[in-house]
């Protein structure tokens, strides 16, 4: 019993330094480049999705993306264009893309947004903090899924 | 059981991978080198251009008053870089450079302070300040059209590490390096603004969206907050290295000081 507690001890002061944060996602929910189950267990809701996707304080995705009809000035494109992106990829495969797209591409730029290990320097007060909980993801991801061009 | 344990702790801290830099990096392409001013609207650079129009010669006026009055018990900057004195253009292109007492990296706001409490009798200035922000932004406008053109030498080049190891290390909630949007994405569009090669030949800069001069140091500030990282103090030596790298990085580029930026 005790030896244990010496081990949980060990186990929080490493988790403790500063990166060494738990997956948020267990690994047994990957499956090739998809996340095939929804997160919450429930389906998201496209509405809020959108509005996840636009909102300076929600994802603000289109800092970086443009999908075509969604009347929001200045939409980015540092990432590719997203307007028929549910023809292109499963429900499942833009989850994985939203939660840490950095799996497929170690390089990437698109920010991982359900993720909370390994990261370095986090404002203080955002530690541990996914950008989006997992109901937003969710929400996203029926959105985009529904977009087809 | 105790082997088990450790083999707990280590797994957890491998995990911690993505602190170091990328280990590809690699540098701006010299001959690609250009201006934060190439990604202006022309409304824009008619501002910068036009002394009368460009806001940041407010400061520029302020600082050359205050280089020509001391304070009450003290001489003035012009007694000493005045006719026959030390003149000072052509200085902030040289810097960050290391100061010869203390053997340290010091930026121009930090060699005016430098002056100040060594020659001066007078206490440093606040950075972001008024006062210091005006004086550096008179100093650099002597440079202006000069090449930025810091020569790297045994003592700079453990700073210049230091500071291309920031740029090229992903950090914040949103895990993005300098290198990722300054190298790898300028040109394109974050929102309404054009990402450009973020170099610091302009600064101190008048920012719209500021509605005030800045230091460069401010810019990196607001930087490391978009990504949602916890920036680092103004004057710090993790910024003063980053100075160093981007005055490397973007040689041959004139000083626009005070330039005007979105």
Same mark, same amino acid.
């Given at each position: 019993?005790?030896?244990l507690?010496t081990?949980l001890?060990? @186990?929080v ?5 500063g990166c ?7 690994p047994?929910r990957f499956?090739g480049?998809a996340?095939?189950?929804?997160l919450?267990?429930?389906p998201?809701?496209p ?5 996840t996707f636009?909102?300076?304080?929600g994802?603000h ?11 929001v000035?200045?939409? @980015?494109n540092?990432?590719?264009?997203l307007?028929d992106?549910?023809?292109r990829?499963?429900?499942g495969?833009i989850?994985l893309?939203?939660v840490d ?5 170690p390089?990437t730029?698109m920010?991982a $947004? $359900? ?6 320097q986090v404002s203080?007060?955002l530690?541990?903090?996914p950008?989006l909980?997992s109901?937003q ?5 029926a959105y985009?899924?529904?977009l087809d061009? | 059981?105790?082997?088990g344990?450790l083999a707990?702790?280590l ?8 602190a170091?830099p990328d280990?590809?990096?690699a ?9 934060g001013?190439a ?6 650079? =008619? ?5 009368f129009l460009n ?6 006026? %302020? ?7 001391? +304070?009450?018990v003290? =001489?003035?900057?012009?007694s000493c ?8 253009e052509?200085v902030?292109?040289r810097y960050? %450079?290391?100061?010869e007492?203390?053997?340290k990296?010091t930026n ?6 430098v002056?100040?409490t %060594?020659?001066?009798a007078a206490?440093p200035?606040?950075h972001?300040g008024?006062d210091?922000?005006a004086l550096?932004?008179y100093?650099?406008?002597l440079?202006r059209?000069?090449?930025v053109s ?10 210049y +590490?230091?500071g ?6 992903r950090?914040?909630?949103?895990n993005?390096?300098?290198h990722h949007?300054?190298? %790898?994405?300028w040109g394109r569009s974050?929102?309404g603004?054009t990402i450009?090669q973020g ?10 969206e500021w509605q005030t001069?800045?230091s460069?140091?401010?810019?990196f500030r607001?930087?490391?907050?978009g990504v949602?990282?916890e920036?680092m103090?103004?004057a710090s +030596?993790?910024?003063?290295a980053?100075?160093?790298?981007l005055?490397v990085?973007?040689a041959?580029?004139a000083v626009e000081a005070p330039a005007v930026?979105?």
């Amino acid at each position: 019993m005790r030896a244990l507690g010496t081990c949980l001890l060990l @186990g929080v002061a490493a988790a403790a330094t500063g990166c060494g944060e738990r997956a948020l996602v267990a690994p047994d929910r990957f499956s090739g480049d998809a996340i095939p189950h929804s997160l919450t267990g429930m389906p998201g809701d496209p509405e809020a999705g959108r509005a996840t996707f636009v909102a300076r304080d929600g994802g603000h995705c289109v800092l970086c993306h443009v999908v075509a009809g969604l009347d929001v000035p200045f939409q @980015g494109n540092v990432g590719p264009a997203l307007s028929d992106v549910g023809a292109r990829l499963t429900p499942g495969q833009i989850r994985l893309r939203i939660v840490d797209a950095s799996r497929l591409n170690p390089d990437t730029v698109m920010p991982a $947004y $359900y993720r909370v290990h390994g990261l370095n320097q986090v404002s203080r007060g955002l530690e541990g903090k996914p950008v989006l909980s997992s109901g937003q993801v969710e929400d996203l991801v029926a959105y985009l899924a529904a977009l087809d061009g | 059981m105790k082997r088990g344990c450790l083999a707990v702790a280590l797994l957890l801290l491998s995990a911690c991978g993505d602190a170091a830099p990328d280990p590809d990096r690699a540098d701006l392409d010299p001959n690609a080198v250009v201006s934060g001013y190439a990604f202006l609207t022309p409304e824009t650079q =008619a501002q910068q251009d036009d002394d009368f129009l460009n806001p940041g010669f407010l400061w520029v006026d %302020r600082g050359a008053k205050l280089f020509r009055s001391g +304070e009450a018990v003290s =001489a003035s900057c012009a007694s000493c870089h005045g006719a026959g004195g030390r003149p000072l253009e052509g200085v902030a292109a040289r810097y960050p %450079r290391i100061d010869e007492a203390t053997g340290k990296l010091t930026n121009l706001e930090g060699r005016i302070n430098v002056c100040r409490t %060594r020659h001066q009798a007078a206490k440093p200035l606040a950075h972001e300040g008024e006062d210091l922000l005006a004086l550096s932004a008179y100093v650099a406008s002597l440079s202006r059209g000069m090449p930025v053109s810091v020569q790297l030498d045994d003592r700079l080049r453990p700073y210049y +590490e230091q500071g291309r190891d920031y740029f090229f290390t992903r950090r914040g909630q949103l895990n993005l390096a300098c290198h990722h949007c300054h190298d %790898r994405n300028w040109g394109r569009s974050l929102r309404g603004d054009t990402i450009s090669q973020g170099h610091a030949n302009g600064f101190p800069t008048y920012r719209l969206e500021w509605q005030t001069l800045g230091s460069l140091h401010r810019r990196f500030r607001d930087c490391d907050t978009g990504v949602r990282a916890e920036p680092m103090s103004l004057a710090s +030596e993790e910024y003063l290295a980053l100075e160093l790298y981007l005055a490397v990085r973007g040689a041959g580029l004139a000083v626009e000081a005070p330039a005007v930026r979105p």
